[in-house]
């Protein structure tokens, strides 16, 4: 049966690494009607996939390589090609570049897309693969309705994509590749045909309904005739699918012979969805409101008591578990818990009863709660011991089984909707008369209380909560049937029937019998079903029955003559009869002849109806004659040659029936010789088929064996290149064209901070040491002319390297495929260089300092050299003494002057070889020997000298500060003002981590434009006609003195006002550094 071509379903398959084998195996058992195949597959977009091609050889399907505006046609397969991305749009297949340098996400672009197009014909498979590429994709189909399959990671040769798939929990199975298709079939089919079937089936007889529910109740002991009609009719139209079943009529003659599918279809019919904490805000009203009252009235004598009905595999009873145990723990109260969970599916029971729970079911736990109640065992979770042994669970039908009494909470959810008002009616009573008066009731959000709503309080609206406020002292079940009206207890002669345990089927059967015991007068009667047993006994029926224990046969209740008679009318009845009536029924009881009548009438006699149901009365008057019954004198030989004329026709039914079975057992055994035959057929043609694998194998095995050695120097070049990577000083990165990284150099992570997750990743997207922003450029430009770019760059870190960037050929194409970039470190190289360019420029300016300065002492020598010769001229030509002594002042002027020329000389020479060591100088002291060598020029110039030192220690070469001090002070003097007293204020002061030493005197002061040339060599920057003597030294040595020591000086100066020369002294000595 196939569903029409109209109905198309997409399948999109999404595979990765690993993935071939079980598309081929997918494709082995695939169907080809009414769906198409959409492959995603990660290929690499620079080969060729031959997919296609390997793929017809599993598939019966017509297979293309998808392109851009392609409609998707039922019964094809389309592949996508490589290098693309690939969209569903109208149900046309869109086809985009995809970029290498971007992680590969084609499998969720996909899926997004087939989602968004098609909705819930959208089914998405999940195959072998590395990733997660595909998580996204199959939330999006679950989203919308369809259907999401995921491969078996332990069939997977790569299981990342499938795990990851199942850790989202958006899937409906976990299969096997040669699984998946009848699963795809049952889906398909089932989505198509299921309107179809439901508005023929809506239009049936009500009698096929009610026959397939007798089938039922005929094999277990479950009732579902009072279960609405919408909801039998969809589970019955899915095992009509599942079987092949055109119509309601095949099936039942299927269930009559094939008594598992009966049970399959009982299965069907008990709904089992639950979660944990379904409907999160009602189970916050529970734990906020409920829970805290509940526990706040008990006794801690008394157990808190909850009945979660229709628990299927227990996760909402859990839940309420873990919400009492949260609240008793935050009161640090012990209390004991009774949970009691019930359901009619025994499976669903055991699941619930183990506590153990996939991560799919556990997801609507909070992370704390799953720590705290659950315990990770394997794949799954394990509800922990103290929440289990709270728990109850327990095989019970409500409809028909006795409940559970005095609880405080009772959770019915959603399951009064699978009910038709009657039944919602009795149960209801049920819930009442088992809840505490103050107790709780907890119902679906699409649930109300009918009839019973005057009895309850309303605790939640939206949620349906509610609390009891009216006691219940009976269970008033008179108006539905229940297995339990089917005389469980059986009868004993000290224990009276006690009609109130059996229930009617319904209403009408109850006035029909109660209105004939009336006005016939009879004394008692029973209803039963077609197969003798009692649904209702009224009146004082104890007298005529036997009492045997646990017992709700009919016949076998009364005494053989009764039984015999009563057996020989139900018959009559059901053959046709209106009503049969029988008088003068003799046996013994106690030693005592009774002569009892009988009365039997039909409620519902249609065979082929499970609702057969007939009315026995009994009494011991006498009758009146009646058109309508059948009136006859018990003969006991007459009913014993009736029954036995009975018994020899259903003998020779069963003769016949048995002979057809003979036939159709024949019939079969010659069916089976012929599959036998075909077997053998196809067992020829496998053995051909292979050996033409066989062939095919040893090919292979040959072509492996190449391939392997192949293999074999691939990995043996790879571990040449690695050794030579590993055995490189110098850093060498490999950039494919597209700039992704493919490989470097261990010493790479070291030099420049690459790490070995960044292979596959784009250059640009990487933050190295490196200070080179226009890498990429010259990387492409390397590609594109072939020819070799090298540099000095620089790292963050200070270190410099040689960079040198050479095309990477590859030989097969003579093209570039990407670039090689070497890194050479020539740090100490850049450095030696620096310092070699340094003392260059020193060298050069020495040679140009020593150029003016020997210009300086040949104009300073020349002049007393010049004024002594011509001195000595004079002496030689005067003979006259007091001439000679009046020439030798001026010469002895020369020769000093020229003595105090070559000290200054010897003092640039010292200063210019080196520095003077440190010394621990006491200042004060040296203030002093500074002033007092220069006694007589103080006195002569009448200076005023004023000392205020407030640092008094200081490290300093003492021969470099002494002189600065003799210069400064005797400048003081030299330059004073003539206009006012002279005036040399000596200070010194601390200043964060240094001393200011400090002079400051009023005279003549310096111009400001010559400010800046003050500490220049043989420059002197006062007006040359003021009559002060000078070489342009002084400065200049003090300068380079307080510099070579690591201080500094600076002057502020005014003209005709004065100067002030600071020198700024560390507080501590710096460490000598060695040359």
């Known amino acids: 049966m196939h569903p029409p071509k109209s109905d198309l379903f997409i399948i999109a398959i999404g595979a990765s690494a690993g993935g071939m084998d079980a598309i081929n195996t997918l494709f082995d058992h695939t169907l080809t009607d009414a769906v198409s195949y959409v492959i995603i597959q990660h290929l690499s977009p620079n080969y060729k996939s031959f997919m296609a091609e390997l793929l017809a050889k599993h598939s019966k399907l017509k297979i293309y390589k998808a392109e851009s505006g392609m409609e998707v046609i039922s019964n094809r397969v389309y592949v996508m090609p490589e290098g693309k991305y690939m969209t569903i749009n109208g149900g046309k297949l869109i086809l985009t570049q995809r970029e290498e340098s971007t992680p590969n996400s084609a499998i969720d672009i996909f899926f997004n897309s087939l989602a968004e197009d098609q909705g819930n014909k959208s089914i998405g498979i999940v195959l072998s693969g590395n990733g997660s590429d595909g998580t996204k994709g199959v939330a999006a189909i679950k989203k919308v309705g369809g259907m999401v399959i995921v491969q078996d990671p332990q069939s997977t040769e790569f299981e990342s994509m499938p795990n990851s798939a199942i850790s989202s929990a958006n899937y409906d199975h976990i299969l096997l590749p040669q699984q998946i298709p009848l699963k795809i079939v049952e889906y398909v089919n089932q989505k198509i045909w299921t309107k179809r079937y439901s508005d023929s089936i809506s239009d049936q007889d009500e009698s096929n309904v009610m026959e397939l529910i007798g089938l039922i109740k005929s094999q277990t002991p479950l009732d579902f005739s009072q279960y609405k009609r919408p909801t039998i009719i969809r589970r019955v139209i899915k095992r009509m699918l599942a079987n092949n079943c055109e119509t309601m009529e095949d099936y039942i003659g299927l269930l009559k012979t094939n008594a598992s599918e009966i049970d399959v279809l009982s299965k069907e019919f008990m709904i089992g969805v639950t979660n944990f904490f379904r409907d999160p805000e009602a189970f916050e009203v529970i734990q906020n409101k409920v829970i805290p009252e509940i526990v706040k009235n008990k006794l801690l004598v008394d157990p808190l008591k909850i009945w979660v009905i229709g628990c299927s595999t227990g996760e909402e ?217 009692v649904i209702l006994p009224f009146g004082d029926v104890n007298q005529y029955l036997l009492p045997k224990l646990f017992n709700d046969n009919l016949l076998e209740l009364l005494p053989d003559e009764l039984a015999l008679t009563v057996g020989t009318s139900i018959k009559k009845v059901a053959a046709g009869h209106l009503s049969v009536a029988v008088e003068q029924i003799k046996f013994t009881e106690n030693n005592e002849v009774r002569s009892v009548r009988i009365l039997v009438k039909p409620i519902f006699n249609d065979s082929k109806s499970s609702k057969q149901r007939f009315i026995i009365y009994f009494g011991e008057e006498k009758m009146e004659n009646n058109a309508d019954k059948v009136i006859e004198v018990f003969d006991k030989n007459l009913y014993s040659n009736r029954h036995l004329t009975e018994l020899n026709q259903e003998l020779g039914e069963t003769r016949k029936k048995l002979q057809q079975s003979y036939i159709a057992l024949d019939e079969s055994n010659y069916n089976i010789q012929s599959y036998n035959e075909e077997l053998i057929s196809s067992n020829e043609e496998m053995q051909s088929s292979n050996e033409e694998l066989q062939s095919t194998n040893e090919e292979l095995t040959t072509l492996n064996s190449q391939y392997q050695d192949k293999i074999k120097e691939l990995a043996d070049l790879n571990d040449d290149l690695n050794n030579y990577f590993r055995s490189n000083i110098s850093s060498q990165i490999y950039v494919n064209k597209n700039l992704i990284i493919k490989k470097f150099s261990p010493i790479s992570f070291k030099q420049l901070n690459i790490r070995d997750s960044d292979i596959g990743r784009p250059i640009g997207d990487i933050s190295t040491n490196i200070k080179f922003s226009t890498l990429m450029h010259d990387i492409k430009a390397v590609i594109k002319s072939q020819e070799n770019i090298k540099k000095n760059i620089e790292t963050i870190h200070g270190n410099w390297y040689s960079m040198t960037i050479v095309p990477y050929i590859k030989l097969k194409e003579g093209k570039p495929d990407g670039v090689i970039i070497t890194f050479n470190e020539i740090t100490e190289i850049i450095k030696s260089k620096n310092i070699i360019e340094i003392a260059n420029a020193k060298l050069i300016k020495m040679n140009e300092d020593h150029d003016t300065f020997i210009y300086s002492v040949s104009h300073d020598l020349k002049s007393p050299l010049n004024n002594i010769n011509g001195l000595i001229s004079i002496i030689q030509e005067s003979n006259d003494i007091k001439d000679i002594k009046l020439i030798a002042v001026p010469l002895i002027e020369s020769v000093s002057k020229l003595r105090e020329t070559i000290d200054e000389l010897s003092d640039i020479i010292q200063i210019e070889k080196g520095l003077e060591d440190y010394d621990k100088i006491d200042l004060a002291e040296l203030v002093r020997e500074v002033i007092a060598s220069l006694q007589d020029r103080v006195v002569q110039s009448s200076t005023k000298i004023h000392i205020k030192l407030e640092e008094n220690i200081l490290f300093f070469p003492k021969k470099y500060l002494r002189s600065t001090l003799l210069n400064l002070i005797s400048n003081a003097i030299k330059y004073r003002s003539p206009e006012r007293e002279n005036e040399v204020e000596i200070k010194s002061q601390k200043m964060d981590d240094v001393i200011i030493l400090s002079v400051r005197d009023n005279g003549l002061g310096i111009a400001k434009e010559n400010v800046g040339q003050l500490f220049t060599k043989f420059k002197r920057v006062h007006d040359l006609n003021i009559p002060v003597e000078g070489t342009g030294i002084g400065l200049y040595l003090v300068k380079r003195m307080i510099t070579n020591a690591g201080g500094e000086i600076e002057v502020e100066s005014k003209l005709g006002e004065g100067s002030c020369f600071k020198v700024y002294i560390k507080t501590k000595a710096p460490v000598r550094l060695e040359s």
């Open 317 to 533: 009873a859990y839940s309420l578990a873990i919400l009492v145990k949260e609240h008793l723990l935050a009161l640090k109260k012990d209390i004991e818990v009774k949970i009691f969970a019930s359901d009619i599916d025994k499976e669903a029971l055991d699941k619930a009863s183990k506590g153990f729970y996939s991560p799919k079911n556990v997801r609507d736990i909070s992370a704390s709660r799953l720590r705290t109640f659950f315990k990770k065992e394997g794949k799954g979770y394990q509800v922990r011991e103290n929440i289990r042994k709270m728990l109850i669970f327990a095989n019970h039908d409500i409809v028909q089984q006795p409940p559970y009494g005095k609880m405080d909470l009772i959770s019915c959810r959603n399951l009064m909707i699978y009910f038709n008002p009657t039944l919602q009616k009795k149960i209801f009573s049920i819930l009442h008369y088992c809840l505490n008066v103050e107790g709780y009731l907890f119902l679906g959000p699409s649930e109300g209380l009918g009839e019973k709503r005057d009895m309850f309080h309303e605790v939640d609206k939206k949620w349906k909560i509610f609390q009891n406020i009216e006691g219940s002292f009976t269970l008033g079940f008179n108006t539905t049937p229940t297995r339990q009206a089917e005389m469980k207890p059986g009868l004993s002669s000290t224990d009276d029937l006690d009609t109130s345990k059996y229930h009617l089927p319904d209403p009408i059967t109850e006035i029909i019998a109660q209105s004939h015991l009336e006005e016939s007068g009879f004394h008692a009667g029973v209803c039963i079903d077609g197969e003798n047993k």
